[in-house]
């Protein structure tokens, strides 16, 4: 890959976290991983300093004209998603799409996207929260709350704020490949890919609370037997619920359902597996509670974004070559 210039947009009133996302991924130079990396710039649109969250100021000689040049345009929020988007701001965005530019928002970014008309069209996310009035503001857009990103080829929308996480790493593995991804994710000690969308994390609490202790019960139970088959009744029989009330407390704690839930476990577990030991792709289906290994495979590659024998080469801990599955 020759050198890739990104640009990410800073504004009067941000916070340093969504920007800093950008600005971490792709501004930093990772000398160890030997190869190209990005060329970075901050713009704004006008001259004068921006002021951050904090009592602090951000000052940058580059303007809308060098954030509208660059391979990847980058858009982390927006101060007010109910405000309207500036002209200038929707200009630059529609000469750097129509000129070829891979255009991204993280969190409200979206809705500077959709006021230059960029997701008419196209399925697009942004924070929960703001699901609805983007839908509502916008709606030739397909809006889609669940998902942690969307990747539409050359336009592509995440989740909440550290949800951008998730995208820029996602650029990376698209740009670079899943190995300098994962090294980049190990560095910063995060996730190389999060399991799951948005509903884990709407309005639900960190732990169950003390009115959800049985479904905590319940859950610890679970990850004790991922080898069983496990059904929402034999869960709340653990919980000593009826399957309704069950049903209601469970997706009050996770934010999910017991399905969703039980198979992201399984997947999880299976990552210790796959990167400590050989064992045969069809075993390690088995071990973590998959009824074959086909329908691991499915939801492996749906939750990690690539195969189980991938993730293997990636992360084994062991010199030996890992068997084929």
Known sequence: MARSTVSVLAYDGMTSFESGIVIEIFGLSWPDIG?????????????????????????????????AAADTVVVPSVADPRAETSPELIAALRQAYERGARIVSICSGAFALAAA????????????????????????????????????????????????????????RKDLGADVANAVARRMIIQPHRAGGQAQYIESPLAPEPADAPVARSLAWALEHLADQIG?????????????????????????????????????????MLESGDAPIEEIATAVGFATPVTFRHHFSRLVQTSPSSYRRTFRRQATPARAN
């Open 35 to 67: 190869r190209p990396w990005y060329e970075l710039t901050v713009c704004t649109e006008t001259p004068q300093p921006v002021r951050v969250l904090g009592g602090a100021t951000l000052s940058t000689p580059y303007g809308l004209d060098v954030f």
């Open 117 to 172: 008309g960029i997701l008419d069209g196209r399925r697009a996310t942004t924070h929960w929260q703001y699901a609805d009035l983007l839908r509502e503001r916008y709606p030739d857009i397909m809006v889609d709350p669940e998902p942690l990103y969307t990747d539409e080829g050359n336009v592509l929308t995440s989740a909440g704020c550290a949800a951008g996480l998730d995208l820029c790493l996602h650029l990376v």
């Open 232 to 272: 929402v009744q034999e869960l709340a029989d653990r919980a000593g619920l009826s399957t309704r009330t069950y049903l209601r407390h469970f997706t009050r704690a996770t934010g999910t359902s017991p399905s969703k839930w039980l198979i992201a476990q399984r997947v999880q577990a299976s990552l210790v």
